[in-house]
């Protein structure tokens, strides 16, 4: 089982950016496909966007296309969210975490990922 520590929120203004990171251990991000998450309160876990780690494909949710960017760290098990164009209703709580074995590869249900991370707070101060 591989361990996700999530990093990097904290509170912005309307336009700002944030680079979020997430860090494994016991395992590194070869062969799977990553996703990040977020889920404001009161409200459900929400796709924000995925990657096949070897073939590098993408797919992000139309809310953030343009704005955020995943990309790989130096590393294997080291991956980035960088946020740009923040705005109010990006705010939540973000999550990264990998596709449960056996799941389609390009799923964006957060029901066939596991091993969540913590999560980090993204604030957006309008």
């Known amino acids: 089982q591989v361990l996700l520590e999530d990093s990097g929120g904290g509170t912005v203004q309307t336009g700002g950016s944030l680079r979020l990171s997430c860090t494994a251990s016991?395992?590194?991000?070869?062969?799977?496909?990553m996703g990040w998450f977020r889920q404001a309160s009161g409200k459900e876990r929400e796709f924000v966007v995925r990657?096949?780690?070897?073939?590098?494909?993408?797919q992000y949710s139309d809310a953030v296309k343009g704005r955020f960017t995943i990309s790989k760290g130096d590393t294997n098990n080291v991956m980035y969210l960088q946020m740009t164009s923040l705005r109010p209703e990006d705010a939540a709580v973000y999550s990264c975490a990998v596709v449960r074995a056996g799941r389609f590869p390009g799923t964006t249900n957060p029901d066939d990922y596991l091993d969540w991370g913590q999560g980090t707070e993204v604030s957006v101060s309008s």
């Open positions: 990657i096949a780690w070897d073939s590098e494909i993408t």
């Open positions: 016991g395992g590194t991000f070869s062969h799977r496909t």
